[in-house]
């Protein structure tokens, strides 16, 4: 039937089926081709040469103009950083001058109210005096209308 060396290829040939098998790398065609007949047909290294060549300048033609898209776009952010710096330093410097501000506007809210309690104090004094000065007068006008009748009978 099977000899030993025939049971070992049949042992790796199952092996080797129950692998899964590694897909292949094929060879694409290289772009820019200048032959005249299909593409890859040409077995000829200058002219792969001369393609990859090709390919290096347009891809590093690419490569530099990116470069300078993004040198202008890091100017431009950086000018925008700027902008954002000065707005925040601004804004910090308005916060702390209305703070001042807040802090100045109760301190004279403060002095106001005591100067309405002063005002209302001498206020309150002030009509203290007038009813006594009143008093007085009429007091005095009572005390000058009795002499003035006891002086002048035709006073009244």
Same mark, same amino acid.
């Given at each position: 039937?099977?000899?030993?060396?025939?049971?070992?290829n049949t042992?790796e040939?199952?092996?080797?089926?129950?692998?899964?098998p590694?897909? %292949?790398?094929? %060879?694409r065609p290289l772009?820019?081709?200048?032959?005249?007949?299909?593409e890859?047909?040409?077995?000829?290294p200058?002219?792969?040469?001369d393609?990859?060549?090709?390919?290096l300048?347009?891809n590093? %033609?690419l490569?530099?103009?990116?470069?300078?898209?993004?040198?202008e776009d890091?100017?431009?952010l950086?000018?925008?950083?700027?902008?954002v710096?000065?707005?925040?330093?601004?804004?910090?410097?308005?916060?702390k001058?209305s703070?001042k501000?807040k802090?100045?506007?109760?301190e004279?809210?403060?002095v106001?109210?005591?100067?309405?309690?002063?005002c209302?104090?001498?206020?309150?004094?002030c009509?203290?005096?007038?009813?006594?000065?009143?008093?007085?007068?009429n007091?005095?006008?009572?005390k000058?209308?009795?002499f003035?009748?006891?002086t002048h009978?035709?006073?009244?």
């Amino acid at each position: 039937m099977s000899t030993s060396s025939g049971a070992n290829n049949t042992i790796e040939d199952e092996k080797l089926e129950s692998q899964v098998p590694f897909p %292949r790398c094929t %060879r694409r065609p290289l772009p820019f081709s200048t032959s005249f007949g299909s593409e890859g047909d040409s077995d000829d290294p200058l002219e792969a040469i001369d393609a990859v060549s090709t390919k290096l300048d347009y891809n590093s %033609r690419l490569i530099n103009s990116w470069h300078e898209k993004c040198v202008e776009d890091e100017a431009i952010l950086a000018d925008l950083n700027i902008r954002v710096n000065k707005a925040f330093s601004q804004k910090n410097k308005y916060l702390k001058l209305s703070h001042k501000r807040k802090l100045k506007a109760e301190e004279l809210d403060a002095v106001m109210n005591d100067e309405i309690k002063g005002c209302l104090m001498n206020h309150m004094r002030c009509e203290e005096h007038h009813c006594e000065l009143e008093l007085a007068f009429n007091e005095g006008f009572e005390k000058f209308r009795a002499f003035a009748a006891t002086t002048h009978t035709s006073y009244n």
